[in-house]
């Protein structure tokens, strides 16, 4: 049973940095590309970011490119997201997903249950 | 780039069919055949409901179905259930090799 658990999440100063982190479990972690899809209180979903299973290609969303780091380990089969000069915008409800394939970002058939980043002084 | 665009809201009765559609660009929804829907009810994640255009995971319904004309997506619910109230987003690949969202539809189940 795929699994994807999300972590680190809270409450941060705006300017300041947190690190996500999404544990996956019950598949092949390096076979298949992880995106971060993040989702503002009462709106639609954005997609943030995403990486391919062999962890070399590296994509961003125009909002927070410059700010965010997308990465993974596959010994510890974990996606992390660094993000850095945080925005009261990047107020949302952050979700780690799998996609279908393992190089480009198509469809993404497991999701996590999210996790919550607020950025408020 | 801006989201792609969907309506606000769609409403049908049980037993019904409704459409909701996804408009984009020849750049993303036009230009691949990578446009997958989500459903996702209130407090609750994304669920798959249908990959590359037309395709659906395993264990969902075939009361779903997708198509796609030019650069307009289609997501399709025959014989509404009162379950099958909930959002819906499309989301699409592009040619910058990112991903673009809707901003989702809200179904209502009269």
């Known amino acids: 049973e795929v699994q994807l658990l999300e972590s680190g999440g809270g409450l941060v100063q705006p300017g300041g940095s947190l690190r996500l982190s999404c544990a996956a479990s019950g598949f092949t972690f390096s076979s298949y590309a992880m995106s971060w899809v993040r989702q503002a209180p009462g709106k639609g979903l954005e997609w943030v970011s995403v990486?391919?299973?062999?962890?070399?290609?590296?994509y961003y969303a125009d909002s927070v490119k410059g700010r965010f780091t997308i990465s993974s380990d596959s010994f510890k089969n974990t996606l992390y997201l660094q993000m850095n000069s945080l925005r009261a915008e990047d107020t949302a409800l952050y979700y780690c997903?799998?996609?279908?394939?393992?190089?480009?970002?198509?469809?993404?058939?497991?999701w996590g249950q999210g996790i919550l980043v607020t950025v408020s002084s | 780039q801006s989201a792609l665009t969907q309506p606000a809201s769609v409403s049908g009765s049980p037993g019904q069919s409704i459409t909701i559609s996804c408009t984009g660009t020849?750049?993303?929804?036009?230009?691949?055949?990578?446009v997958s829907w989500y459903q996702q009810h209130p407090g609750k994640a994304p669920k798959l409901m249908i990959y590359?255009?037309?395709n659906r995971p395993s264990g969902v319904s075939n009361r779903f179905s997708g198509s796609k004309s030019g650069n307009t997506a289609s997501l399709t619910i025959s014989g509404l259930q009162a379950e099958d109230e909930a959002d819906y987003h499309c989301c699409s690949y592009t040619s910058s090799s990112t991903l673009i969202f809707g901003g989702g539809t809200k179904l209502t189940v009269l």
């Open positions: 590359d255009v037309s």
């Open positions: 020849s750049s993303d929804v036009g230009g691949f055949n990578y």
């Open positions: 997903a799998k996609d279908r394939g393992a190089v480009v970002p198509a469809a993404l058939d497991y």
């Open positions: 990486i391919s299973g062999s962890g070399f290609s590296t």
